[in-house]
Nanobody, 125 residues
Framework: QVQLVESGGGLVQAGDSLTLSCVVSGPPFISYAMGWFRQDPGKEREFVAAITWSAGVTYYAASVKGRFALSRDNAKNTVYLQMNNLKPEETAVYYC??????????????????WGQGTQVTVSS
């Protein structure tokens, strides 16, 4: 079973940067995509970004494109989400997820079978 552990959340001010990490363990996941989603209480969980483990192809939600950057370190089995110029409305619990790569559903929660516990990101104005 694939296991995911996120870290790096915290309290920052608007305009600051923060990097989230997701360490992956378990069976071989070379064919997987790794996604990041976020959820604020009372709101739907929304797609943020995704990266394919093998080729490193990235996908971003329109709202974060140009400000967020996703990367992976194969040697460390870790995916990083670099978030720049954070906004107060981006306050949420951020979740790392893993699933077999499905380009047609990369932005959908249903494409992901495994989820981390989440890490809180709070952006103050």
């Amino acid at each position: 079973q694939v296991q995911l552990v996120e870290s790096g959340g915290g309290l920052v001010q608007a305009g600051d940067s923060l990097t989230l990490s997701c360490v992956v363990s378990g069976p071989p996941f070379i064919s997987y995509a790794m996604g990041w989603f976020r959820q604020d209480p009372g709101k739907e969980r929304e797609f943020v970004a995704a990266i394919t483990w093998s080729a490193g192809v990235t996908y971003y939600a329109a709202s974060v494109k140009g400000r967020f950057a996703l990367s992976r370190d194969n040697a460390k089995n870790t995916v990083y989400l670099q978030m720049n110029n954070l906004k107060p409305e981006e306050t949420a619990v951020y979740y790392c997820a893993a699933g077999k790569f499905n380009p047609g559903a990369i932005m959908s929660q249903r494409a992901y079978d495994y989820w981390g516990q989440g890490t809180q990101v709070t952006v103050s104005s």
